[in-house]
């Protein structure tokens, strides 16, 4: 009679230091080996596209904020690039060179955060704190601009909420020039380290057509070698005026498509967005941001679907106007909730620690997998 | 020693308490000194300033933190194995302190002077391996059995190499008597073993590059025995939560903390007894020149501290900035590479021993 | 890269009877409706042509379309009555770089679709999504369980307060032993 066996159940429950908040992750292991992942979602679900249809236009922008709380001024930019679509409004040039310029400095300091909590997973505590204290630096001067260091409320539907203060050309030159040496530090201290090429490289290796068709975007997909940025693809605001590179993963280290692929498109995609917003900042036009903010938002009958490039993958927000002024319905396509649907697939056949390697470097924020 | 205490009070017990209460306090200190180094070490390393308010420099905090921790209720779930668990603090604490029992801290300062006393030191602190998995088991949690199963494979998989850089130390000095070990290193600093011994010849120096390997393969199993990162897998802290003391609270998980600090000290007396001279001086003795003869024994005993405390430094530094490797890697460092380059160590050695 | 007529054009040739309109007049984006049994069919044929190539599923929204009537049900409390929901689907190629908005309308009392997660993997949680707020079945869909609301959120809640974002939701009184309006 042969004993009956069963594969063990461990719970990475939604309190754990490392699922990148309240995230369940049910693993079927076996010893150290993985034989399935299974998440469970909903911890964080805060009912946004109900409350959306509950208020006017403008009053959704600061509910947007609380997406993707760590790239704040990319859900902003995507709402307000929606319903200024369906409204048909031209927004003012400072305006657009302001949201590019935030959009990139806000994409700086998300990877910052995401390539951190990355290493401190793996046990590298120290590069986190030093990321950090660069990342002070961002937020000090978005702190100065619009007052708020996390949730910004700043890009309103036909304009901004606040100029820019006289001394943001300035201390934004500042940071370039300081964040530069930065970089090469990193690069020194992690990126190379064996290590962590040991723990990161030939892991959670996704092919290119698997990404495609789970529909993965942003350094998810870049890292698997494809080189597809919404920003050249599909480009919105003013992104056709700038020269910048995108970064793809070429399996430098293992495999295209592993871990240290996408960790390595985060640390380059830094290096091209301090690359425009040098050429963005000398050429900010003179203007009034607020001139081309509508009395009263009331679209036309219509649907629009609108995209950007958040710093963890594609945004998309999917408007249906009934001609009123609440929205009837607010979709948002969220990154993480797509990006995190690769992870059952990834983790096949490796061990418990590799599976906290992968969710790192899926970079999932849960509050807008759960919106 | 045990003679001198004896001679002083006449009776053996009065004398053992006083032999076994100095490596005690030694314990302790090292502990306390420990955690508010480890503390501000790590906020050097990362750009911080570390704990400053309690005392000047903060140096109160870890008499703050276990004055809290001896008021804390211990809390247990009612699903844990409850023999199990409380021996196994004890268990785990008395596999680190007992190894303290051989090691030297001067010429005077020696627990007992047996004859086996390296055999006896590695052998006790297996000990620590049943403590582990005892923790490991009655917590009655799948993350504490998971990290106490890791923990054990390797503290089990890295004593190998640390035997057998032992052995040939052994054989260059014939003698597992740790005291005897270090009385052969004396005068200056290249009569170290780092440095091919005492002795001079074409054999010391060719020892030297072996025994350097010699000495960076101890370094790094012992720093496995300890669970210190790069291999501190059964306490990753990001994977495990706490690994196999999750369950612990209040002053047993202050015992668990006492005995990782104690065995990190232990380690790094012996590594620093093995090849660097153990309590000796490097430029020899204030005593010695000015004719105090009493002075030498303190002076050996702070050189024994320094050299302990140095390669405590060290570990820290290893900690904050390396990863960690994970649980096949460690396992596959162990025996695929340090195993045959310590046997290789070990017969080259043998061999220029001979000449 | 092909313009929604061109794309609409080859559809109508492959599926004359399944695809059902092409609508350009209201803003912004146009939309095809097609029909909602046979809507796998057409979604394997746009990713399968080497002219379309669709092979990549960007969004997959439910709307309950709250264009039924209002009815007072036996409590009082006010209900929709008949209607539509519709299922959007937001489509894109990497290769041509063109894209297309897909739609198909069910009845809103017991609406089924067909599933396309053996088309595109994305659309599996997009659609456990859809069934778990708006109450829309797909059929052939491995795995169709709530995602975002409790598991067991159909034990205490009656037939009106199952699934959120329809227009006529109330919240439920109690959800277990909780009080839940405030």
Redesign the interface.
């Known amino acids: 009679m042969a004993l009956k066996t069963e594969h ?1 159940v ?1 719970n990475m429950g939604p309190q ?3 699922t990148h908040g309240v995230l369940r992750l049910e693993l079927e292991i076996e010893g ?1 080996l993985v034989k399935k992942v299974t998440p469970h979602l909903g911890y964080l679900h805060r009912c946004f596209e109900k409350h959306a249809e509950a208020m006017q236009y403008n009053q959704v922008v600061p509910y947007t904020d609380r997406l993707d709380y760590l790239a704040a001024i990319g859900n902003n930019f995507g709402y307000a690039l929606a319903v200024e679509k369906l409204m048909g409004i031209q927004v003012p040039e400072r305006v657009e060179y302001i949201r590019v310029i935030m959009a990139e400095l806000q994409r700086i300091a998300s990877h910052l955060v995401a390539i951190g909590s990355n ?8 590069p986190f ?2 990321l950090f ?1 660069d990342r002070e630096h961002i937020l000090s001067i978005i702190e100065e601009t619009c007052g708020a260091r996390m949730l910004y409320n700043y890009i309103w539907i036909g304009g901004l909420s606040h100029d820019i203060h006289p001394d943001f050309v300035r201390k934004t030159k500042e940071f370039c020039n300081y964040f530069k040496p930065t970089i090469v530090e990193l690069d020194n ?2 990126s190379y ?1 064996k ?2 090429i ?2 990161t490289a030939n892991i959670g290796v996704l092919p290119v057509d698997t990404a495609i068709n789970y529909g993965a975007s942003g350094p998810t997909l870049r890292g698997s070698g494809i080189n597809f940025d919404l920003r050249r693809e599909d480009p919105y605001s003013i992104y056709d005026r700038f020269d910048f590179e995108i970064p793809v993963g070429r399996g430098l280290m293992g495999t295209v498509g592993d871990c240290w692929d996408r960790y390595y498109v985060r640390i380059r995609e830094m290096e091209q967005s301090l690359r425009i917003i040098e050429q963005a900042i000398d050429n900010i036009p003179e203007g009034d941001v607020q001139s081309a903010i509508p009395k009263r938002i009331k679209p036309p009958k219509g649907t629009v679907y609108t995209r950007v490039e958040n710093p963890r993958g594609e945004l998309g927000y999917f408007i249906i106007s009934d001609g009123s002024v609440n929205p009837f319905r607010v979709k948002v396509r969220a990154p993480s909730f797509v990006n995190l649907e690769i992870l059952g697939e990834l983790c096949k056949g490796y ?4 599976v ?1 390697a992968i969710l790192g470097s899926i970079d999932i924020v849960l509050g807008e997998v759960d919106r | 020693m045990y003679q001198y205490f004896y001679d002083l009070t006449g009776n053996t017990i009065i004398s053992t308490l006083f032999v076994a209460v100095f490596p005690l306090v030694n314990v302790l200190i090292v502990a306390l000194i420990g955690v508010y180094l480890e503390r501000k070490v ?1 906020a050097w ?4 300033v570390g704990p400053n308010r309690t005392g000047p420099f903060g140096l109160f905090q870890t008499v703050a933190d276990f004055v809290k921790m001896l008021q804390k209720e211990d809390a247990t779930s009612k699903d844990i194995d409850s023999k199990l668990y409380n021996i196994a603090p004890v268990l785990v604490f008395t596999g680190s302190f007992a190894a303290y029992a051989a090691i030297p801290f001067s010429s005077k300062l020696i627990g007992s002077e047996a004859e086996v006393g390296l055999f006896y030191v590695i052998a006790i602190s297996s000990l620590v391996v049943g403590g582990i998995l005892m923790a490991g088991w009655s917590s009655n949690n ?2 504490s059995l ?1 990290g106490a199963m890791r923990s054990a494979a390797q503290i089990i998989s890295y004593e190998i190499p640390t035997a057998i850089v032992v052995l040939s130390i052994v054989m260059i000095t014939g003698s597992l008597s740790l005291d005897k070990i270090s009385e052969m290193q004396t005068a200056y600093f290249w009569n170290w073993h780092i440095f091919g011994g005492a002795g001079f010849g074409i054999a010391k120096f060719l020892l030297i590059p072996f025994m350097v390997v010699g000495f960076i393969i101890i370094f790094i199993s012992t720093l496995a025995e300890v669970n210190r ?2 291999f ?2 059964p306490e ?4 495990l ?1 706490a690994g196999y003391f999750t369950e612990y609270c209040g002053m047993k998980w202050a015992m668990f903390m006492l005995s990782e600090y104690g065995n990190m000290f232990a380690v790094s007396a012996i590594v620093s007894i093995l090849f660097f001279g153990g309590y000796h001086s490097p430029f020899g003795y204030l005593g010695n020149s000015l004719g105090i003869e009493w002075l030498v024994p303190f002076e050996q005993a702070f050189w024994f501290l320094a050299k302990g405390w140095f390669f405590i430094l060290i570990q820290m530094w290893l900690r ?10 460690l396992m596959s460092l162990c025996w695929k590479y340090l195993i045959p380059y310590a046997f290789v160590n070990l017969i080259v050695i043998g061999i220029i021993s001979l000449l | 890269m092909k313009s929604p007529d061109e794309i609409f054009n080859l559809l109508k040739q492959e599926f004359s009877d399944s695809v059902l309109s092409l609508d350009k007049e209201t803003p912004v984006d146009p939309v095809i409706t097609v029909d909602p049994f046979k809507i796998q069919i057409v979604g394997k044929f746009l990713r399968e042509n080497p002219e379309l190539s669709f092979d990549s599923l960007m969004c997959l929204s439910g709307v309950d379309d709250a264009n039924g009537t209002k009815v007072k049900d036996a409590e009082g409390t006010e209900i929709l009555e008949g209607g539509t929901m519709s299922v959007y689907y937001h489509l894109h190629s990497v290769l041509h770089k063109h894209k297309i908005t897909l739609k198909t309308v069910t009845q809103r009392n017991n609406p089924e679709i067909e599933s396309v997660e053996n088309v595109w993997k994305s659309a599996n949680w997009h659609e456990r999504e859809a069934f778990d707020l708006l109450g829309i079945k797909f059929l052939n869909h491995p795995d169709l369980r709530r995602i975002l609301m409790p598991y067991d959120w159909d034990q205490f809640t009656e037939e009106i307060s199952r699934h959120p974002l329809r227009k006529d939701y109330k919240n439920p009184e109690f959800y277990q032993g909780m009080k839940v309006p405030y």
């Open positions: 063990m461990l754990h230091p490392s150290e290493g401190a997973d793996i046990g590298a505590l120290t704190l030093y204290r201290l992690l380290n290590i962590f040991e723990r061990l418990v620690a590799d906290i | 790590s390393i990362q750009d911080r799948k993350y998971l990162t790069p501190d897998i990753a802290e990001s994977e939560v904050w900035t390396l990863p960690r490797l994970r649980v096949d890697q």
